[in-house]
Nanobody, 124 residues
Framework: EVQLVESGGGLVQPGGSLRLSCAAS????????IGWFRQAPGKEREGVSC?????????YNADSVKGRFTISRDNAKNTVYLQMNSLKPEDTGVYYC????????????????WGQGTRVTVSS
């Protein structure tokens, strides 16, 4: 059974940082493209950042998080991270990681496997 488990969410003040983790079981994350998505109340799920499984290991970030969020992999731990810096209130939402078997990653929420999400609240 494939499981993706996110952790690391919480309440943080504007300008603060959080690091989200996505731990996998039942699959090897290195074989998959991994994406981070978020969903704010009343809004559609949107792509935040993704990393490709190919040898280039390319990453893509949504314009709204460029320069602030960084996605990375730790293959030994079968875990993907999302480092979030300079957080803003508009970053508030439930963050999901997802795995995709495809030649490259993308930020559309059409992935094969999903975690249950971790909540991030940015507020003073």
């Amino acid at each position: 059974e494939v499981q993706l488990v996110e952790s690391g969410g919480g309440l943080v003040q504007p300008g603060g940082s959080l690091r989200l983790s996505c731990a996998a079981s039942g699959l090897t994350l290195d074989d998959y493209n991994i994406g981070w998505f978020r969903q704010a109340p009343g809004k559609e799920r949107e792509g935040v950042s993704c990393t490709s499984s190919n040898s280039d290991g390319m990453t893509y970030n949504a314009d709204s998080v460029k320069g602030r969020f960084t996605i990375s992999r730790d293959n030994a731990k079968n875990t993907v991270y999302l480092q979030m810096n300079s957080l803003k209130p508009e970053d508030t939402g439930v963050y999901y990681c997802a795995a995709l078997s495809f030649p490259y990653c993308y930020l559309r929420p059409a992935y094969d496997y999903w975690g249950q999400g971790t909540r991030v609240t940015v507020s003073s």
